[in-house]
């Protein structure tokens, strides 16, 4: 049997590992904070935002977030349906309720007039989710929310290295969060960072983040309120530092792999991929095929094909409407249409040019077949 190729791995060199060895060998005590105060000065300065806090994920990172906005029993927070389900469960743990619009058919993003038009009273905030890497529109988003008063918040978990005419994926929102799990660009094994430009939002997330203890407090052992325990260990940290430290390489990795897929792809007028519109860079997380719909290419159809290969391929997000813990919402027409005929490919650091090509010629194979029916 061939070697396998997984769809997904992190890139770990002797800087990580000399890093975490000193974490292990000398971080506690007066240090114990030492890595994680490097890595979070580290990503802020990387974003040019001013504040950021390392957590145990992503989710956690939205959920004090979405707390410090003050978001609760009552109300509403809209997102787009194509999602993974950690960007519905804080809204949900809140005791708010996820709205789900439709997304656009050329990013897989979060379709401002339709989240424009789900807006009601009891509207809290936008989550604004950054698919696979593809930006979501910003400008539109950011005008709706002053125009209505609701905060824009940045789900930028899959989003590392998008860049929005100018400025970073996850620094234009009233915050924004980042994962840090296995499978993501820059790794910490599980862990994520919450980020804003906000002193206030800042300064509450950070009481919220250590048992409610407030900065400042100077009774030990004396929360406040009752808050979180999201907070990331020196010695993830001490990876993630390192992590940062490579971000330009890992970043542009990403991009060189997903430019082979592109290349290889480009005459074949049946299949899509990550958009990357004028005045944008896509940090590329996951490159993704999109079949257009007169193939009658299915998912199964193309797990099956990658199986028989040994080669690792993820589906496409269901609509999270569609998932057992929400409603319904078939009028989110593009959401439920999407994932039958889509599927991610494999985009890790290490790829070599051989297992690329063996990606490739699945996929030549596979619109041999529709041509030739």
């Known amino acids: 049997m061939k070697q396998r190729i997984l769809y997904t791995k992190p890139s770990i060199t002797e800087h990580e590992i000399g890093y975490v060895a000193d974490a292990v060998a000398n971080g506690w005590g007066d240090r114990c904070y030492e890595y994680i105060n490097r890595f979070e000065a580290a990503f802020a300065a990387h974003l040019n935002v001013k504040h950021a806090i390392a957590t145990s994920s992503c989710t956690g990172a939205l959920h004090m977030g979405l707390a410090a906005l003050g978001i609760g029993p009552g109300d509403e927070v809209i997102l787009a349906d194509t999602n993974w389900i950690a960007s519905a469960a804080p809204i949900v743990h809140l005791g708010a309720k996820p709205v789900f619009v439709?997304?656009?058919?050329?990013?897989?993003?979060i379709d401002p007039k339709k989240a424009d038009a789900a807006i009601t009273p009891r509207t809290k905030a936008i989550l604004a989710v950054h698919i696979y890497g593809n930006l979501c529109d910003m400008d539109a988003l950011l005008e709706i929310g002053e125009r209505h008063g609701v905060h824009v918040v940045e789900d930028s978990a899959e989003a590392l290295g998008s860049?929005?005419?100018?400025?970073?994926?996850?620094?234009m929102g009233a915050f924004g969060a980042f994962s840090f799990h296995g499978t993501k660009t820059i790794t910490t094994g599980e862990g994520g960072m919450f980020v804003t430009n906000d002193p206030g939002v800042y300064n509450r997330v950070l009481t919220l983040s250590n048992h409610g203890r407030a900065r400042g407090q100077t009774k030990q052992f004396w929360p406040d309120e009752v808050g979180f325990k999201y907070k990331i260990s020196n010695l993830q940290a001490a990876i993630g530092l390192a992590q940062?430290?490579?971000?330009?390489?890992?970043?542009?990795?990403?991009?060189?792999?997903?430019?082979?897929?592109?290349?290889?792809?480009r005459h074949i007028s049946s299949l899509s991929m990550n958009p990357e519109p004028e005045g944008t860079e896509n940090g590329f997380?996951?490159?993704?095929?999109?079949?257009?719909?007169?193939?009658?290419?299915?998912?199964?159809r193309l797990q099956a094909a990658f199986l028989a290969e040994n080669i690792d391929a993820r589906v496409f997000f269901w609509p999270l409407s569609s998932l057992p813990s929400f409603a319904d919402a078939p009028e989110n027409s593009v959401a439920y249409d999407l994932p039958g005929r889509a599927i991610n490919l494999p985009s890790y650091h290490d790829i070599t040019d051989d297992e690329q090509r063996r990606v490739i010629d699945v996929v030549k194979d596979i619109c041999g077949q529709i041509a030739a029916s």
């Open 285 to 300: 997380w996951m490159p993704t095929l999109m079949f257009a719909p007169e193939t009658g290419i299915t998912r199964e």
């Open 102 to 109: 439709d997304v656009l058919p050329d990013s897989w993003c």
């Open 244 to 265: 940062v430290e490579r971000i330009d390489e890992l970043t542009e990795r990403k991009r060189q792999i997903f430019y082979t897929y592109r290349d290889a792809f």
């Open 163 to 171: 860049v929005w005419h100018g400025k970073r994926a996850g620094s």
